[in-house]
């Protein structure tokens, strides 16, 4: 944002100040807030998105992956459920892009952009309301894990799970809006999220421990944040080291958000 | 036009434009406009679809950077004070724009709060709006379920929240229907009674004529004509007068009947064997007088005799030598207003 303050043509602009952003994002929150109570469909894949993986992953691969980490279903349990909460964070922040185009093949964008706000606003509102959404998604998976049999050993670890995956999906969030505001419509948005996201999800460690993958997987899975994150969930939740992974997931978060925010709010800024 | 000063267009003016262009790729959607909004007043921007009205209101509005030219709105820049212009100007586009999801009451109060006002302003001006424009019953109901009509009457109030100098209506009543057409029109002449200077771009000579005093006719993003209604009329050539006669076999010796009068300076009669009816083209109510007297002394039985505007088409004729560039919809010239017989 501070290039537009240094730029000459806006010199003579007063600059918006923090309250007044927090009371324009406060207004769009509440927006797609009131979006959900028309259309609780839009809840479902928040809602059973948890169910069906976990259930799918424990009692479909639960009984040999666990067999294969020297354990049984249980012992696959506690590995995958700290990997299901990384994977969501992603899955989710593919729902901050369609929305997006949705709203601008809409002219409430138009307006929006008319008024006396920071267009960054609009953006930063998006982002928590997915958020919120991500936050009630964990929640869900969380009951379904204990139902399974998840043993939660470290409620500190859990708490500082969810907000470090909160802060990797924010990140992540960005690359969706700036896919959204570029690409045409809704089905490009998702069509483009599924081509990114099915190979950072299963080339990860989330479902299974990489160790008999092949060398070059293994380079990929290593540096992949998916991995990372899940690896630092599983340090945090059940115990093991984490600072290595913590440090590469926060820096993968830094390095995402750097690129793609200005370029999400600059697109957004000159789109016609 | 004559403009007190040609730099600031004066003490009176409330939207400047100076040699205004924008182009994309080759194509010229505004090449070097000039206009004036005196405040208080309605100007029309006519044109055919393409003619550049919609990326005029865009620059307008700060949504759109001009490639070359100056343009200013309440004396703010629309280049380097695009927030502080933001907040004197209200935009009702071509289509509608709030949020279908929402209900009337929620899309007033979040504008109202994204334009600083505080949760009890916000609320007391969504209530107050939704009063004027008779939409307090459909309040709580989602805008996906309003009318095109009541659609347009909450695009329209959203538009006012924020007291705006200057209000820009984009086509404001294009795909509506007659009736509906008649409500905005009504709403629009009860704003511009509060005092807002109102920029509107239409497509049609009837609704240019019904709210604005003063006309800018642009054609390919050029300004083609500009000038007082009642000039711009007296240029195109006024009004058509359309007679049926009960019998359609009627319609050509009438024609020839009335070119045969010698009527001073009258144009030739058009004879529209579809529709069974004959138009006139008439100057002043002295030619108008004289075509209904004949029509009438002739003795026949006549359906009806109506005037019609020019349509944007005949005006462009008149104006520019050519057709409007783009297709026209098949909506007829103009009302018809009954004329006694």
New interface residues.
Partial sequence: MSATVTSP??????R?TLR?HL??T???V??NL??IR??PESMFDVLLMPVVFTLLFVYVFGGSIGQALGGGQHRYVQYVIPGMLAMMSMTLSQGVGTGFSQDFN???M????????GRGSVLVAKIAVELGRMLFATAVLMVVAVLVGFDIGNWPGLLATVGLSAVFASSVMWVFLTLGVVLKNAQSVQAMGFLVLFPLQFGSSIFAPPNSMPGWLRHFTDYNPLSTLANTARGLMTGGPVAHDLWMTLGWSAAITAVTAPVAIHKFRTK? | MTRMDDESGGAGSAVTVRGLAKHYGGTRALDGVDLDVREGTVMGVLGPNGAGKTTLVRILSTLLAPDAGRATVAGYDVVRQPRQLRRVIGLTGQYASVDEKLPGWENLYMIGRLLDLSRRDARARADELLERFSLTEAARRPASTYSGGMRRRLDLAASMIGRPAVLYLDEPTTGLDPRTRNEVWDEVKAMVGDGVTVLLTTQYMEEAERLASELTVIDRGRVVAGGRIEELKARVGGRALRVRPADPAELRPLAAMLDELGITGLATAAVDPVDGSLAVPVLSDEQLTAVVGAVTARGITIASITTELPSLDEVFLSLTGHRASAPQDARPAGTREEVAV
Avoid: C, E, M, N
Wanted: zero cysteines; proline letters at 6%; hydrophobic letters at 30%.
């Fill in positions: 043509d806006h010199r003579s602009d007063p918006i007044a009371r324009h406060g207004a769009l509440r927006r009131l979006w028309q259309d809409s002219g409430v138009d307006r929006f952009r008319s008024l006396p706000i016609t």
